[in-house]
């Protein structure tokens, strides 16, 4: 939910005390001239959330059995419009974990950085539609190749333009252009990293929408020899989305260079398929089936045939551990939920996980679970998660709620090989207000 304040009211309420100095004999006034500025809304967050993970690298051995920390994410914030057609949006954002600084008398406090910072312009002159110029988040479709990866407390966004058209239909195209990565080095190191593409969305028919995109990743590398211009061309379709059965597809292809070795069109793929049954119950249980699989990479030839998941938000789809990737996989998934009250939400889901190249490396955002080369094994293993969500009524029309989570990770073959047969489990729990 959002809060409308007039610019007058806001900032008059600062400015009442200062303009009642020195004016003796005019009375005090809270009129307060922000030529062109006609409104600003206020939006904010503050999340506190407790984890504790348990042998995440699946091998007591190598770190300590338990890692557990509390983490927060406050944010602050202001969109302004200017007229119908110009509008903007700064988001202040202060991530930190508790106890990380020395004393918080000293310097050493920080964390503050600004999430969002973006000017929008509508029917821009000579392009039309509607350009979003700045720091902004931004996702596609589910989030599953690109997402605004909100788990994380620090989340993500990117700086540089999105330009999007609409028809009366509902149809649209968006364009984009992000710069991803500039490192400050010698002028002699080009070391740039740059994500753009197009995206045409639709309704094709009754109940159902399409996309399809052409997304290219350029990477000048770090070090020499690492470079890359990544192609991602793909649809993604949807069926009966919300109502009781669901269906959707995805399927996208890679093509183009990595350090100078072919991407292989057709050869570099990844694939989703799932189907969803709502039922008409009071509690309004659901069950869902999902199928993924992508590519790894084939020792046996010169070419990089592993599907490379780009800005993906991970955790929404492969598991709470963050183990696995939608890359070198075949993971079928089973979840059931159901509310066990109208305020509260309790789900189950199951993931198995198979390697599609068995020398070609395993992991996931928390990391690499099989590094490349290490076994001909492809079971990697099992992950069960159980969330419970409550929303909760404190009399107030911010939007707050808590959440608790566990899962379990249980490795295969294939970790247990390279000596990772340690049961990893992760448990968190979330308090997240929003205004």
């Known amino acids: 939910m959002r809060t409308t304040l007039r610019i007058p009211t806001l900032l008059g309420l600062f400015a009442t005390p200062l303009l009642a100095q020195g004016t003796e004999g005019k009375p005090p006034t809270t009129e307060w001239n922000a030529p062109g500025v006609r409104k600003v809304t206020l939006s904010g967050q503050y999340r506190l959330r407790y984890e504790n993970q348990i042998d995440l690298d699946l091998n007591d051995n190598n770190r300590p059995d338990t890692n557990d920390f509390f983490t927060q994410r406050a944010r602050l914030g202001v969109g302004l419009e200017f007229s119908d057609r110009l509008t903007a949006m700064l988001q202040l954002q202060d991530v930190r974990e508790w106890g990380e600084e020395a004393s918080t008398l000293d310097d050493a406090a920080e964390g503050l950085d600004m999430h969002q910072a973006w000017a929008e312009l509508k029917q821009t002159p000579g392009l039309g539609g509607?350009?979003?110029?700045?720091?902004?988040?931004?996702?596609?479709?589910?989030?599953?190749?690109?997402?605004?990866?909100?788990?994380?407390?620090?989340?993500?966004?990117?700086?540089?333009?999105?330009?999007?058209?609409?028809?009366?239909?509902?149809?649209s195209l968006q364009a984009w252009a992000f710069q991803v990565r500039e490192t400050l080095m010698p002028a002699?190191?080009?070391?740039?990293?740059?994500?753009?593409?197009?995206?045409?969305?639709?309704?094709?028919?009754?109940?159902?929408?399409?996309?399809?995109?052409?997304?290219?990743?350029?990477?000048?590398?770090?070090?020499?020899?690492?470079?890359?211009?990544?192609?991602?061309?793909?649809?993604?379709?949807?069926?009966?989305a919300g109502t009781a059965w669901e269906f959707g597809l995805e399927a996208a292809t890679q093509f183009g260079e990595q350090s100078g070795d072919d991407i292989p069109i057709g050869d570099c793929y990844a694939a989703h398929a799932h189907v969803t049954r709502r039922f008409p119950c009071?509690?309004?249980?659901?069950?869902?089936?999902?199928?993924?699989?992508?590519?790894?990479?084939?020792?046996?030839?010169?070419?990089?045939?592993?599907?490379?998941?780009l800005f993906p938000t991970a955790h929404a789809h492969w598991g709470m551990l963050d183990l696995a990737l939608w890359e070198n996989m075949l993971?079928?998934?089973?979840?059931?939920?159901?509310?066990?009250?109208?305020?509260?939400?309790?789900?189950?889901?199951?993931?198995?996980?198979?390697?599609?190249?068995?020398?070609?490396?395993?992991?996931?955002?928390?990391?690499?679970?099989?590094?490349?080369?290490?076994?001909?094994?492809?079971?990697?293993?099992n992950e069960v998660d159980l969330v419970w969500t409550r929303q909760l009524d404190l009399g107030t029309t911010a939007k707050t709620a808590v959440q608790l989570g566990y899962g379990v990770f249980l490795p295969g073959a294939a970790p247990e090989a390279v000596g990772r047969d340690t049961t990893g489990q992760f448990a968190y729990a979330q308090f997240d207000l929003r205004f």
Request: proline share 4%; with cysteine; net charge negative.
């Open 188 to 240: 002699t190191v080009n070391d740039d990293q740059w994500f753009a593409g197009l995206q045409a969305s639709g309704s094709c028919c009754e109940n159902t929408t399409a996309d399809l995109y052409l997304m290219l990743l350029h990477d000048d590398g770090l070090t020499p020899g690492t470079s890359q211009n990544r192609f991602t061309l793909g649809t993604r379709w949807v069926r009966g």
């Open 331 to 381: 993971n079928p998934m089973l979840q059931f939920g159901f509310k066990p009250c109208p305020t509260s939400d309790l789900a189950l889901t199951w993931n198995w996980f198979r390697a599609m190249e068995g020398r070609d490396s395993f992991g996931g955002p928390n990391g690499t679970l099989i590094a490349a080369g290490q076994t001909d094994s492809r079971t990697i293993g």
């Open 282 to 309: 009071e509690s309004k249980p659901w069950a869902r089936l999902e199928l993924n699989a992508a590519s790894g990479d084939d020792p046996n030839t010169a070419d990089r045939e592993r599907f490379a998941n």
């Open 130 to 171: 509607t350009t979003r110029l700045g720091r902004t988040e931004f996702a596609l479709g589910d989030h599953r190749l690109v997402g605004t990866l909100d788990w994380k407390s620090q989340a993500r966004s990117f700086d540089g333009l999105v330009q999007t058209w609409k028809c009366d239909s509902g149809s």
